[in-house]
């Protein structure tokens, strides 16, 4: 919630924190490249002729599953064929 209190610039202007995504891993040292994590969450603007304003003007998702839809804790294995 105070993620960005300390680091505001005029460019970013106020920001806050919309989703979180934690992938859970079997081992300490995690079993799963973080590229091949950060791969699996997708955002895609809902409409290209417009410019996108608000939070809603995204799609984003986790292994093609809207993020609403999901638990909080993700398993970092591969996720299942679609």
Known sequence: EDMFELDRSAA?????T???VIFE???KLGEEHASALFKRVE????DDGHPSRRYEDYE???????IKELRS???AKEPQAR
């Open 73 to 75: 804790v993700v398993s």
């Open 25 to 27: 891993h079997q081992s």
């Open 18 to 20: 919309r989703a979180l």
């Open 12 to 16: 970013r202007g106020l920001m806050s």
């Open 60 to 66: 984003i998702t986790l292994d093609g599953k809207p």
């Open 43 to 46: 955002v895609k603007r809902r």
